[in-house]
């Protein structure tokens, strides 16, 4: 196994990562700003009140997301198994 090969395993699997995480991740920031544009208006300081909001919008996405990014991660994996036999010779 040569180093490109490594490199692009490695370069394809943190593709996958950021592509899966990404509409849990920009839920959470978008409700996070919306939550504390509320709490700067109303005068409300309370720091555990983002965390309920985040928790459901991330629920939530991942209930509507999940199949997609099960979807996702199956095929690369397959992917490398499929290919192994060609990791190993080279």
Not at 49 to 64: D, G, N, R, S
Request: charged content about 10%; glycine content about 2%; proline content about 2%.
């Amino acid at each position: 196994m040569n180093e490109n090969i490594i490199i692009d395993i490695a370069r394809d699997t943190l593709w996958l990562i950021i592509k899966v995480s990404a509409p849990m991740l920009l839920t959470s920031l978008v409700v996070g700003l919306v939550v504390s544009i509320l709490q700067t208006v109303t005068s409300i300081q309370e720091q555990t009140l983002t965390f309920v909001p985040k928790l459901i919008a991330v629920f939530l996405v991942i209930m509507l997301f999940g199949s997609w990014i099960m979807t996702e991660v199956r095929d690369f994996t397959i992917n490398l198994i499929t290919n192994i036999s060609y990791y190993i010779k080279s």
